[in-house]
């Protein structure tokens, strides 16, 4: 099992930076793909961004594209998601999700992951 907390979220304007962290327990997290997915009220959770656990590779959302950026501290079990240029429509609940050990597949599913923090709200003020 592995248990994801998020931290790092809260009120910010438009144009602000916000910076989203998740820890997660256990040994094995150098050896997860790690994702961000966000949801927003009467809306689907959407993917947001991935990182993956062999190489380093990040995919993004078209929406955030340039604008977030997700890293990775497998010495402190942390994966990090860095939101400049933030705008209202990025208003939502942010979690954090770990993929199966050595998954390499696609990372823009919900169904690519198999553990899910309890999430984070983002709030942008316009």
């Known amino acids: 099992q592995v248990q994801l907390v998020e931290s790092g979220g809260g009120l910010v304007q438009a144009g602000g930076s916000l910076r989203l962290s998740c820890a997660a327990s256990?040994?094995?997290?150098?050896?997860?793909?790690m994702g961000w997915f966000r949801q927003a009220p009467g809306k689907e959770r959407e993917f947001v961004a991935a990182?993956?656990?062999?190489?380093?590779?990040?995919h993004y959302a078209d929406s955030v594209k340039g604008r977030f950026t997700i890293s990775r501290e497998n010495a402190k079990n942390t994966v990090h998601l860095q939101m400049n240029s933030l705008k209202p429509e990025d208003t939502a609940v942010y979690y954090c999700?770990?993929?199966?050990?050595?998954?390499?597949?696609?990372?823009?599913?919900?169904?690519?992951?198999?553990?899910w923090g309890q999430g984070t709200q983002v709030t942008v003020s316009s």
């Open positions: 990182i993956s656990w062999s190489d380093g590779n990040t």
């Open positions: 999700a770990a993929a199966n050990l050595a998954y390499s597949g696609s990372y823009y599913n919900t169904y690519d992951y198999n553990y």
């Open positions: 256990g040994r094995t997290f150098s050896s997860r793909a």
